[in-house]
């Protein structure tokens, strides 16, 4: 069974399940997932927890030896076992012959990065699923960030008006763990009151964190001021540009492609299908496509290669400016002005 971490509160306080699934990108959320289940079942009588890390590789014996063996102290145990990357073969093989040891005095709990569709279809992931609560840790995009953060103020006895919410907002997309600490702070400062803007300026610093895969994903999804958010939350960090314009021009190459297939009729559906695309991923690129055209796809990868040269020549031309009207590009399919045409290859 799927749930999202702000249910799982409910979902343990009826039942503890013999498996947690605890998969997604956003730290603080897998954290405290996984303490909510250790807590919840040590008030069953789950007193032992093991911890076992894949890094640089999984310790199976001594996750066999855990989970078979019957402790001094505690005949109910917890095994949690957390994957930094993907499962790899060999550790797949495992976790399929631990399913076998399930049993009402074990909890396993197996924490990890985003998997996407094709990879929880898997025999292994499955197979646990039948009999676990799966738990996706991603980061709460638009309003659902907005609920969340009431939710949080909530937590903290805190309450607070729209544009209070909205500033938060922003100041903490992509960071949650620093929302928190912020939130923490602001209920030490103000205990039960309704927060007013003035207060939250006076105790708010930048947090945000973002990833040259969120610039992408906004991008794509048409959010062009989002996208000039994070592009300047990325310049800030000191991210290397090359690394934003490889990721922009790698992700435009594939719309050029897409939008030279339904010129010529062909299915674009049917190949991102066949590159695994999941489906939401699909959806985005289709309204992507709709929005721009291939000539201005076309000028999109002429000024990728003008910031790639920039970059590598240290040319007078800023290449944080390029990469901007890179991203506002992604708007619509106005072709840039005074931009000078030049062949794609």
Request: aromatic share 8%; net charge neutral.
């Amino acid at each position: 069974m799927r749930v999202y971490p702000e249910q799982l509160d409910q979902y343990l306080k009826t039942e503890i399940k013999p498996c947690y699934l605890i998969f997604g990108e956003e730290p603080l959320l897998k954290m405290e997932a996984i303490e909510q289940i250790k807590i919840a079942a040590k008030k069953v009588g789950f007193d032992e927890h093991h911890k076992f890390h894949a890094e640089p590789t999984m310790d199976w014996p001594g996750v066999f030896n855990a989970c078979q063996s019957m402790s001094l102290f505690s005949s109910r145990q917890t095994v949690e076992l957390i994957f930094d990357k993907r499962p790899t073969k060999e550790d797949i093989s495992q976790l399929n012959d631990l399913f076998k040891l399930l049993n009402p005095d074990l909890i396993i709990i197996i924490s990890g990065p985003y998997l996407t569709k094709a990879q929880q279809s898997a025999k292994w992931f499955t197979q646990y699923f039948k009999n676990a609560l799966f738990i996706p840790v991603g980061h709460p995009e638009g309003r659902f960030f907005a609920n969340w953060m009431r939710h949080r103020l909530k937590r903290a006895n805190l309450d607070a008006q729209a544009d209070v919410i909205t500033l938060l907002c922003r100041s903490f997309e992509g960071n949650l763990l620093a929302a928190k600490q912020e939130i923490d702070k602001l209920s030490l400062l103000h205990p039960g009151q309704t927060l007013t803007l003035a207060q939250l300026q006076a105790s708010i610093t930048q947090h945000s964190h973002f990833s040259s895969f969120q610039l992408v994903d906004a991008l794509l999804a048409g959010k062009v001021n989002r996208g000039q958010r994070i592009l300047q939350q990325l310049q800030a960090e000191g991210v290397d540009p090359i690394i934003i314009n490889w990721g922009l021009n790698k992700e435009i190459n594939q719309l050029y492609h897409y939008s030279l297939m339904q010129q010529q009729g062909l299915s674009v559906i049917d190949e991102m299908k066949k590159q695994r695309l999941w489906a939401g991923r699909q959806q985005i690129i289709n309204t992507c496509l709709s929005r721009l055209s291939l000539s201005k796809i076309e000028q999109m990868l002429v000024l990728c290669s003008s910031v790639d040269s920039a970059i590598k020549t240290s040319t007078s031309i800023d290449p944080w400016l390029s990469l901007q009207m890179l991203s506002i590009s992604f708007a619509d399919s106005s072709l840039l002005p005074n931009f000078h045409h030049a062949e794609i290859r």
